[in-house]
Each structure stands twice: as structure tokens, then as C-alpha cells.
């Protein structure tokens, strides 16, 4: 077919990244180049899932080129993409801008993935499905926009939209998003390479942004509703930091919790009292409604963990 001569590139480094391309080529489309970082730019971001993709690459004979700058903006990175020829540039896995220089040499544009719990423009910016989760939202929808400069303020090409249950966390969150934007992507490849598809306008009401998140943003205020710190855990467990608390100077990353009884414990207990440990290394933490479960955790003296301790925030 004429439209998949097309030249396909990717910028991307992360599990998105490599199962968006994955699905494409299984579809028999061409990837010709992926952009991407290496170990030293992501770790020096904090690139949460970070994947060196340059293997899977290699595999299915797609040209690399590893920026030096994870914005674009270094003169190097410039010079080398301006000597490449991209006609559709995909943007899954990416969390940074693409420059308007790149966007204007694009001969059918650029288009990538911004989710939110509501239409956008509510929900711009970072983290969104993380700040889903925390917020207690029960929807994700997940939205392919041709973009533009601005954050995450292009036209829309197509929404999927997934539920998020009470069992839902960042990880499995993570794979519905990445299954909605799988099947976006097959829906619509074919439209974009023959640059006949319809944008439809962000509703016209004020934009909201979702402020970044960083790992010091899991600290658990004990005395906070059980739901609310159940949604704090789950939101921020793998493929990102975890939430954490802390029993005297020893730091504790809670990985799995879940609410656990409203009746057994005298409501006048301090929240953050660990209120039983079993055999199994699993407790429970008092919270400023009731009771949690912590299933799943690291520590490094386990001997920290124990009835009656109060954890803290240090």
C-alpha cells in the first residue's frame, strides 16, 4: 500500500514505547527510526519505566538515534534530526515537548497519547493517571492528539476510554491505558498516513493542569481516611516509586495495601500505630478512620515493624 511507504518514526523509551511498536509492526507497518534516551538522560530525569529499546530495535531493523537532550533542544540533536526524513513522528512514552522546529518539517505531523479523567483540556500536564488513582476517579479516557507546541493542547483524533476499579493500581492501569492506545493506533494508522483523518477540537472551557509528581509526594499522613491512603499506595506502587512512611529513622516503601476493618480496633488508638504484625511479615497501621492492611513492602530492618510501633512521617 502507497500510504505505508510513509516514513514512521517513534519517540519514545519506555514498555508503552516498545508494545505501541510492537502492535504496529505486527500490523505490517514499517518503523524507520526511533527516537530515544539512553540509561545516564533517563536516570538523570527520573524517568519512571525507563526500557533501553535499542535490542528490540536492532531485531526489527529500526535506524536509533539517541538524542542528547531528552527536550530536543541541544543543537546536536537538531542538526541530526533535520537531516532525517519523517513523515509521521509518534509520541508514546515521551514525557517532554516536542520542539515546533521538528513539528514544522513533519509532513503529516506528530501525534501522541494524553490521558485524563475527564475531557481535556481538564487534566494537562504530568502524572494524570497517577493523580486518577489518588483522586479516586472511577474513568480513564485516553485521547491521540496531533500536537502542537503547548502542553498537551492539540486537536483530538480519538478517545478510548477504560474503567478504574476499587482492584485498579498504576500498574494495571498502565496496561489498560496501554491496550486503549494499542487499539487507537490500529483504528486510525491508516487515515494518518493518508493524511485524511478529522481533528476534533478540546472542549472550550478553561484548561486544568495536573502538577508534576515526585517521589517525595508518597509520604503517608496516617492520619488521613483509609480510602484515601489506599488510593495514595495504589496510585504510586510499580512501575514508580511507592508510597513510604517511616518507624523511627527506618524508611518503609509500601507497595500493597488494602483497607481492612472498621470494627475490631478502638477508634481512640493513635493513627500510624501498627496494630498487629503476623507471621507473615503483613500488618496493620491504624489510619484516622480505621484500619489498613500493608501486603506488600521493603524495609530494611524488618525488626522495625512490630506491635505498637508509630510510624511517622521522620
Not at 527520573?46 to 530495535?57: E, I, R
Not at 472511577?138 to 493542547?153: A, E, M, R, S
Not at 499522613?221 to 495504589?234: A, G, M, Q, S, V
Amino acid at each position: 500500500m502507497e500510504n505505508r511507504n510513509k516514513k514512521i518514526a517513534f519517540a519514545g523509551c519506555k514498555d508503552t514505547s516498545l508494545e505501541c511498536m510492537t502492535a504496529l509492526i505486527e500490523e505490517g507497518y514499517k518503523i524507520d527510526l526511533l527516537v530515544t534516551i539512553d540509561e545516564k538522560t533517563a536516570e538523570k530525569n527520573k524517568v519512571a519505566g525507563y526500557m533501553n529499546l535499542q535490542s528490540f530495535a536492532d531485531k526489527n531493523d529500526i535506524e536509533v538515534y539517541i538524542c542528547n537532550s531528552y527536550s530536543l533542544i541541544s543543537d546536536e540533536d537538531k542538526k541530526a534530526l533535520n537531516e532525517k526524513t519523517i513523515d509521521l513522528l509518534l509520541v508514546i512514552g515521551w514525557q517532554r515537548l516536542i520542539p515546533e522546529w521538528l513539528l514544522q518539517r513533519l509532513s503529516i505531523g506528530s501525534f501522541g497519547m494524553h490521558g485524563s479523567p475527564r475531557p481535556l483540556p481538564y487534566g494537562r500536564g504530568r502524572s494524570p493517571m497517577n493523580w486518577s488513582l489518588i483522586q479516586g476517579k472511577d474513568k480513564f479516557i485516553t485521547n491521540l492528539f496531533k500536537y502542537n507546541p503547548g502542553v498537551d493542547d492539540g486537536d483530538i483524533l480519538a478517545t478510548e476510554i477504560f474503567d478504574i476499579n476499587i482492584f485498579d493500581t498504576a500498574q494495571t492501569c498502565h496496561y489498560k491505558n496501554t491496550l486503549s492506545m494499542i487499539k487507537i493506533l490500529k483504528v486510525n494508522m491508516d487515515r494518518i498516513l493518508e493524511n485524511k483523518f478529522t481533528l476534533k477540537p478540546q472542549l472550550d472551557i478553561p484548561a486544568t493542569f495536573f502538577p508534576k509528581r515526585t517521589e517525595k509526594d508518597g509520604v503517608i499522613f496516617w492520619d488521613k481516611d483509609t480510602t484515601e491512603i489506599y488510593n495514595l499506595i495504589r496510585g504510586v506502587t510499580y512501575p514508580f516509586p511507592g508510597a513510604f512512611t517511616f518507624a523511627g529513622d527506618e524508611k518503609i516503601r509500601i507497595w500493597k495495601a488494602h483497607p481492612f476493618d472498621t470494627r475490631l480496633f478502638n477508634p481512640d488508638i493513635r493513627p500510624g500505630t501498627i496494630l498487629n504484625v503476623f507471621h507473615n511479615g503483613n500488618f496493620i497501621v491504624k489510619t484516622g478512620s480505621d484500619s489498613l492492611l500493608i501486603k506488600e513492602y521493603e524495609v530494611y530492618d524488618k525488626n522495625m515493624v512490630k506491635k505498637d510501633a508509630v510510624l511517622n512521617l521522620k
